[in-house]
């Protein structure tokens, strides 16, 4: 597959400064390459949507934003840093893994399959980070954490253990504890789903309403309704590039590479 | 309720064939295998009980004979020491295993090979040995001459520790396969979303991998534990004096041994019994999370069945009048 250039590789016009910029980022899985010159720039307070056919590098490139993969080439800034590696001369080398930890604190990550700690309640779930590595006292964590699970619309549901909760509400259990460690940004990957379709929405809600309070996310997801209404900037991908981005109503209604339409087309 | 009363009125003349009892099928081999194995049981008891050459009342004697109690005190004593010892080198040896740096993993592999590819009788006595092979044991660099702390081996490894050492490492070859198992029993998702929160690799092992792999990883220990306890026993080849030793010591001067290895097997069925019971409290609390409810402690049971039982079973109209008066 060749690269295609992508139409409008980054929103440089955006207004807001970028707090993610992604540049020119290769990954490789052995002889596989998944990410190919990925740029994108996502401004503060906005929510990018990614789309793309299965096996485009959608998850890779989110959790390379985390430095939950190393890179290849490239650099990811979030927030003026460097993610993952420090400049020395023209290469970039990577950190140690306290210094990874730090960043990662300020980044925080939904999963598909909510991977909550399955042997901690609800509240401990989201309290053990702030108290254990973040150093909050405890009665301001657990206080914290009320509020949070307030947010997502389980208070009654801090005493339950995982196993206990229906998908949706591990779901939203997972986006309060990620919340808890104040994140300057909020990475969703495929975070509907695993889920039966009668809960999809109460996640979206609360993802909806992080995007309304400002918070900066970037959101994998097939859930196309929630891109047209949420999203700041739709980023389709296909064989690890960009194959276009820009703002929902271009990308959804007016896309102008066939491989976006087919996709589209696919969803639907 | 008119309606419902008269369609209850019309089932009524057929309700009497309804009016049916279900009979169980009889199981007459369930009471004759039952009696044959009682008749056999009866049998060996009596054999026992009636053997004119068991000295019961040796038996009784020499139960809490001081060294048997001492014995009993250090087989409890080499048991916790190289449970918990083995224990935490097996963490490590185990978390070698996994790690991804070569060298690490191989050496544990070649580790548990050695020990576990080895009858424990043998280490036990190479062990009890050792003076005969370092005869000065050193602290110091490998390869140079700078010596910090030296000591004759004979004086540092005495029978105890040498067994205490055969029994632990021995047992870390077991038990880090058990850890290692454990560990892997853990999802792959559960150390992404730790990292994802800025949790280090140590925390996240202590936090959260360890204590989800506690749940697989305690019930084989609870019998790794019983297995020890009942393998101090070999260390009476080396003369330390635990409760198989000192059991053996007494027979061989009033050559009671079947009555002595009888208190030997109370004492061992008494220790083991109790064993049980911090494995069950420990299951339950790594347990948690994982089935819906927790079934309740034997004490909660007992606490419950009480309740239950004492108020007495009084007919119903009688409370209903009771209360209405
Ligand atoms: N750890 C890994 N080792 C080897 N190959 C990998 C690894 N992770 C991902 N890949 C490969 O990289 C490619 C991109 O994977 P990625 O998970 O990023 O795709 P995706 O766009 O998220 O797809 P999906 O919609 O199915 O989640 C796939 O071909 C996948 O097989
Ligand atoms: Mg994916």
Redesign the pocket.
């Known amino acids: 597959m060749s690269a295609t250039a992508p139409i409008s590789p980054t929103v440089a016009e955006a207004p807001a400064r970028a707090l993610v910029e992604i540049r020119r980022v290769r990954k490789s899985?052995?002889a596989?390459e998944?990410l190919r010159d990925v740029s994108l720039a996502v401004p503060e307070g906005t929510v990018t949507v990614l789309l793309?056919?299965?096996?485009?590098?959608?998850?890779?490139?989110l959790r390379c934003i985390n430095h939950l993969e190393t890179i290849d080439g490239g650099r990811i800034i979030v927030d003026g840093e460097l993610i993952g590696y420090r400049q020395a001369g023209h290469n970039i080398h990577e950190m140690t893994p306290k210094q990874i930890a730090r960043q990662r604190r300020a980044i925080g990550m939904v999963f598909q399959r909510f991977n909550l700690f399955p042997h901690l309640t609800a509240l401990e779930n989201i309290t053990e980070a702030p108290i254990g590595i973040g150093g909050v006292p405890r009665a301001r964590a657990r206080a914290r954490a009320n509020e949070l699970l307030d947010r997502v619309g389980l208070a009654a549901f801090a005493g339950h253990y995982p196993a206990q909760l229906s998908g949706g509400q591990q779901q939203r259990v997972a986006i309060a504890r990620a919340l808890a460690m104040d994140p300057k940004l909020m990475l969703f990957d495929?975070p509907t789903s695993a889920l039966d379709p009668e809960l999809v929405g109460d996640v979206l809600d609360v993802m909806r309403e992080l995007a309304r309070d400002g918070m900066t996310m970037i959101v994998?997801t097939h859930e196309i309704g929630f891109a047209r209404g949420v999203a700041d900037q739709v980023v389709f991908?296909d064989g690890g590039v960009v194959v276009e981005a820009g703002r929902p109503e271009d990308v959804l209604d007016h896309p102008q590479r066939q491989r976006t339409r087919n996709f589209l087309e696919s969803v639907r | 309720m008119t309606a419902l009363h008269d369609a209850t009125l019309a089932l009524a003349p057929d309700a009497t064939d309804d009016d049916v009892v279900a009979i169980p099928l009889r199981r007459p081999w369930r009471w004759i295998s039952a009696a044959v194995v009682l008749l056999l049981v009866a049998a060996f008891a009596s054999s026992v009980l009636t053997n004119p050459n068991i000295d019961f009342a040796a038996i009784g004697e020499f139960l809490f004979d001081p060294r048997i109690l001492e014995g009993v005190w250090l087989t409890l004593l080499i048991t916790a020491i190289s449970m918990i010892v083995s224990t935490v080198l097996a963490i490590v040896v185990a978390a070698m295993r996994l790690s991804s740096n070569p060298v690490l993993s191989t050496v544990a592999w070649f580790y548990v090979w050695a020990f576990r590819g080895t009858p424990l009788l043998v280490q036990i006595v190479l062990w009890g040995y050792l003076g005969l092979l370092y005869a000065k044991l050193t602290v110091g660099i490998p390869f140079t001459d700078v010596v910090f702390w030296q000591v004759n081996t004979n004086e540092l490894i005495s029978a105890f520790v040498a067994g205490l050492l055969a029994l632990t490492l021995n047992q870390a070859a077991y038990s880090s396969e058990i850890v290692r198992a454990g560990m892997l029993s853990v999802d792959e998702g559960q150390r992404e979303a730790s990292y994802s929160l800025g949790m280090s690799p140590l925390y996240t092992f202590r936090r959260v991998l360890l204590p989800q792999a506690m749940r697989v990883i305690i019930p084989p220990m609870g019998n790794e534990t019983i297995s020890m306890l009942k393998n101090t026993s070999l260390l009476s080849v080396i003369a330390v004096l635990e409760i198989y030793t000192q059991a053996t010591v007494i027979s061989s001067q009033n050559l009671k041994q079947v009555e002595l290895l009888i208190v030997a097997s109370l004492w061992y069925l008494f220790m083991t019994s109790v064993l049980s019971i911090p494995q069950y409290y420990l299951e339950r609390r790594y347990g948690r999370g994982t089935s819906r409810t927790l079934p309740p402690t034997p004490l909660q049971r007992v606490r419950r069945a009480l309740a239950t039982r004492r108020p007495a079973p009084a007919p119903a109209p009688e409370t209903k009048e009771v209360s209405v008066v």
């Open positions: 899985f052995g596989h998944v793309g056919p299965s096996g485009s590098g959608k998850s890779t490139l495929e994998v991908m």
